[in-house]
C-alpha cells in the first residue's frame, strides 16, 4: 500500500526525514514511532502528497507521489494534528460540509454521515453543537471527517494526543474497527503503549528508520528471552542442575526466584521444569519475563544519539 525509496526532506538545513525505506502493507495498522521532531509528520505529509520530498521516490495506493498525486488523494484520507471542525455547526453539518467537499451526491452524502455518526454511537447527538462535544467525540468526528469518501489507506496523525485515557481509548476502538473494515491505517504517534495495542507492525524512526517490526518481535530482538521460575526455596543444587543443561544461557537468583535465560522458552521449559523438580525443587509458578515496549524503544532511540 506504500513504498518508499530513499525519502527525504531538508528543510533550510534542516534534515527531517533521510533516506526513509518504508514497506506498508494493505489492511495492515502500521505505527511510526519516533520522539519530537522525528520526521513522523513530515513523513505523513510527503505520503499524503501535501508537501514535495526533497529526494527519494514513494508509491501510495499504487500511485507516484510527485507524477500522480490527485489519484492519491482520492484513495486516502488524512487526520491532520489539529482536527479543524466547525464548533457551531452540528456533528452532522460538519460531516454533511466536507461529504460536499468530496463531491459525494446528496443521496450518498446522507448515507456516509448516518453510518458513521451511527459507528462513532453519536448518531442520538446529530443535531448537537461540535462546541458541546467532549474531546474524544471531536476526535472521532475528525477521524470520520477523513473517512467520508471511503479510502482505502489512512494516515493518523497522533490521534489521542490530548486525550484523557477513556477519550484516547474511544478513538482506539474505533481505529480498531476501521481496520476490520478492511482499511490500511498509518499512525503516527509518540505514544509506546498505543503503538504496542494497536500496530501490527511499528517502526521506530528518528530522521531514518532505526527498525521494522512486530511489537512482539522487537521485545524477542532486543533482549534474550527469560523465564521466571518461583519457588518455595532454592538451593545451590537446584542451580547446578538448572546450570547443567546445555541450552540455558544463564541462571540468575533473586531469593526465592530464579530468572533462566533461554533461546526458545516455549520448547526448553519442561526440561528445566523437569529438572528443578528432580532436585527436589518445589516450584510454585513459571512465567516469561516481560520487557516493555518502553525498555525497547529508549534503547533503540538512545542508541542513534
Ligand atoms: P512531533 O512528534 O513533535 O509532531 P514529528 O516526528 O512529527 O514530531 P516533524 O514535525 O516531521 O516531526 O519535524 C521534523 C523536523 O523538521 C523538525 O526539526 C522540525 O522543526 C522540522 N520541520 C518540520 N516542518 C518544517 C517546516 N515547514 N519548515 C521548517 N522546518 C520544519
Redesign the pocket.
Known sequence: MIETHGLAKH??G?T?VDDLNLNVKPGEIFALL?P???????TVRMLACLIAPTRGEANVAGYAVGRENDAIRAQIGILTESPGLYEKLSAAQNLDFFARLYGLASAERGERVKRYLDMLGLWARRDDAVAEFSKGMKQKLAIARALLHEPKLVFLD?PTSGLDPEAAKLVRDFIAELKSEGRTIFL?T?NLDEADRLADRIGVMKQKLIQVDTPANLRRKMYARRIVVRMRAVSDAQIGAVKALAFVKSVERADARLVIALEEPEAMTPAVVRALVQASGEILAVSEEEHSLEEIYLNLIGGTK
Open positions: 528543510f533550510n534542516t527531517a519516533g519530537n521532531g522525528a520526521g513522523k509528520t513530515t497522533e503516527c509518540h
